[in-house]
């Protein structure tokens, strides 16, 4: 965030708004285009190295967990910024969608239009079916 708001439109992020490198302070003091490019380059740190660590790195599985947390670490923390950066939510996000992408579409709202299986939705678990009137009370 801090890079393509300062020299791609001449603005320290850092010094307005909740003094953060993320997305959302990106949104509030520079605007909608330069945060979609900052949402998907965290997005893509935090997808990127895991999957990278996952493919070198494949027989060792905390490997690329380990990978996200640094990943996510480094964002928050930088060193570049004097251990200042973003919350991480979305270098996370990436990172938790090169792990465990079916967690990750939950987490992000649900079972998608035509994605998974219809009988039982992209969870496995069955759907529940309607149920009959209960005869408790009568």
């Not at 998974?116 to 009959?132: F, H, L």
Request: proline letters at 4%; one cysteine or more; hydrophobic letters at 45%.
């Amino acid at each position: 965030g801090y890079l393509v708001c300062r020299y791609l439109f001449g603005v320290d992020v850092l010094a307005r708004g909740s003094q953060r490198s993320g997305t959302s302070n990106v949104l509030r003091t520079v605007g909608v285009r330069p945060a979609v490019t900052v949402f998907a380059l965290d997005f893509l740190k935090g997808y990127a190295l895991v999957l990278v660590a996952q493919l070198t790195l494949g027989d060792l599985p905390l490997v690329p967990i380990l990978v996200g947390f640094a990943t996510a670490a480094g964002h928050n923390w930088s060193i570049f910024l004097r251990f200042r950066g973003g919350r991480g939510v979305v270098t996370s996000f990436g990172a938790v969608m090169a792990l465990a992408p079916q967690t990750a579409r939950v987490v992000r709202g649900g079972v998608e239009s035509g994605s998974g299986n219809e009988a039982t939705g992209t969870s496995g678990v069955p759907m529940s079916r309607k149920s009959a009137p209960s005869k408790k009370g009568r």
